[in-house]
């Protein structure tokens, strides 16, 4: 089940260039698990105290409730005027890509740019006389590549929760009990908001998500997400160990599904367009919605 994916900051847009910090403001930033606890590290704070401080939806998302600046947009809650970013050793993939994006086919990655005229330009006049560099050069000089490695790694998370929901719902008899609650609950959390798919899940599974054991190190991005995983996966056994009936089947797919969603959205996915997507799968192996 082959997922496109597309990081890139999206306005309603940072970089580091110039300490004017125009890309730092009116923008979303979305987050992995990983990234939360680096940003954390670079704050020298507990991930959780630094999810409950700078972040919105359960961390999926940094909050900009900064002062307003460029253009009269809010800032990041990272953001500090004539410093620029306070965790800037820390910074997440879409930031250090910025004003570039990044696309994931299959195998196949790709640095994009998604517009008509280029946004540093018009924020930051200045950068026109900066030296020239080429794209290779400027992704190399942005140390991306633990960055890279631990968005492949929790989209390998996001497809396992979504495995997990259709096992849950191909598998238990669900599907052939012409239940259609499961796929419209699927649907549904796909079109909610990042702060209602968060309430929804719960604080317990929450946090379960987005702050792993805050033991782990997060020197390797990789082994820091398939420890992660490997929690979720026992979490979800010894809750779900024990059903017993058709309708808990299709509460615990949800949930799984709730998951594969809400950290779709920290790695740049479109959650409706990933529910469908996961629907029409689901659909074809003899599930209604
Ligand atoms: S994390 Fe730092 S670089 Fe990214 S938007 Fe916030 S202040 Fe700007």
Same mark, same amino acid.
């Given at each position: 089940m082959p997922v496109t994916t597309k990081l890139s900051l999206t306005d309603n847009l940072p970089l580091?260039?110039?300490?004017?910090?125009?890309?730092?403001?009116g923008k979303m930033v979305n987050l992995n698990p990983w990234e939360l606890a680096c940003l954390a590290e670079a704050k020298e704070m507990p991930p959780r105290q630094f999810r409950d401080q700078y972040c919105e939806s359960g961390g999926i998302r940094l909050r900009?409730?900064?002062?307003?600046?460029w253009k009269g947009l809010p800032a990041c809650s990272l953001y500090r005027p !004539?410093?620029?970013? &306070?965790a800037h050793p820390g910074r997440p993939l879409v930031c250090r890509l910025y004003p570039l994006g990044r696309q994931k086919q299959n195998e196949e990655q790709f640095y994009i740019y998604q517009g008509h005229e280029f946004p540093c330009l018009e924020g930051?006049?200045?950068?026109?006389?900066l030296p020239r560099m080429t794209v290779a050069d400027y992704i190399t000089g942005q140390a991306v590549r633990s960055f890279e490695a631990a968005q492949d790694e929790y989209l390998e998370v996001m497809q396992n929760l979504a495995d997990g929901a259709f096992v849950l719902l191909l598998e238990s008899g669900l599907a052939e009990?012409?239940?259609?609650k499961t796929l419209r609950l699927w649907r549904q959390m796909g079109s909610e908001e990042p702060q209602q798919l968060a309430q929804r899940l719960g604080n317990r599974w929450i946090d379960r998500l987005m702050l792993? !054991?805050?033991?782990? &190190?997060?020197?390797?991005p990789v082994s820091f997400s398939r420890r992660h995983y490997d929690l979720l996966l026992s979490e979800a056994e010894e809750s779900f160990g024990t059903m017993e009936d058709l309708p808990a089947y299709s509460e615990a797919s949800g949930l799984m599904m709730g998951l594969a969603l809400h950290l779709g959205r920290g790695l740049g996915t479109d959650p409706s367009e990933l529910a469908e997507h996961w629907i029409n799968t689901a659909k074809k192996h003899g599930a209604r919605d």
């Amino acid at each position: 089940m082959p997922v496109t994916t597309k990081l890139s900051l999206t306005d309603n847009l940072p970089l580091t260039c110039s300490r004017s910090g125009t890309c730092c403001h009116g923008k979303m930033v979305n987050l992995n698990p990983w990234e939360l606890a680096c940003l954390a590290e670079a704050k020298e704070m507990p991930p959780r105290q630094f999810r409950d401080q700078y972040c919105e939806s359960g961390g999926i998302r940094l909050r900009f409730d900064g002062r307003p600046g460029w253009k009269g947009l809010p800032a990041c809650s990272l953001y500090r005027p !004539d410093f620029g970013c &306070s965790a800037h050793p820390g910074r997440p993939l879409v930031c250090r890509l910025y004003p570039l994006g990044r696309q994931k086919q299959n195998e196949e990655q790709f640095y994009i740019y998604q517009g008509h005229e280029f946004p540093c330009l018009e924020g930051c006049p200045e950068v026109d006389g900066l030296p020239r560099m080429t794209v290779a050069d400027y992704i190399t000089g942005q140390a991306v590549r633990s960055f890279e490695a631990a968005q492949d790694e929790y989209l390998e998370v996001m497809q396992n929760l979504a495995d997990g929901a259709f096992v849950l719902l191909l598998e238990s008899g669900l599907a052939e009990s012409d239940d259609r609650k499961t796929l419209r609950l699927w649907r549904q959390m796909g079109s909610e908001e990042p702060q209602q798919l968060a309430q929804r899940l719960g604080n317990r599974w929450i946090d379960r998500l987005m702050l792993p !054991d805050p033991a782990d &190190s997060i020197a390797d991005p990789v082994s820091f997400s398939r420890r992660h995983y490997d929690l979720l996966l026992s979490e979800a056994e010894e809750s779900f160990g024990t059903m017993e009936d058709l309708p808990a089947y299709s509460e615990a797919s949800g949930l799984m599904m709730g998951l594969a969603l809400h950290l779709g959205r920290g790695l740049g996915t479109d959650p409706s367009e990933l529910a469908e997507h996961w629907i029409n799968t689901a659909k074809k192996h003899g599930a209604r919605d």
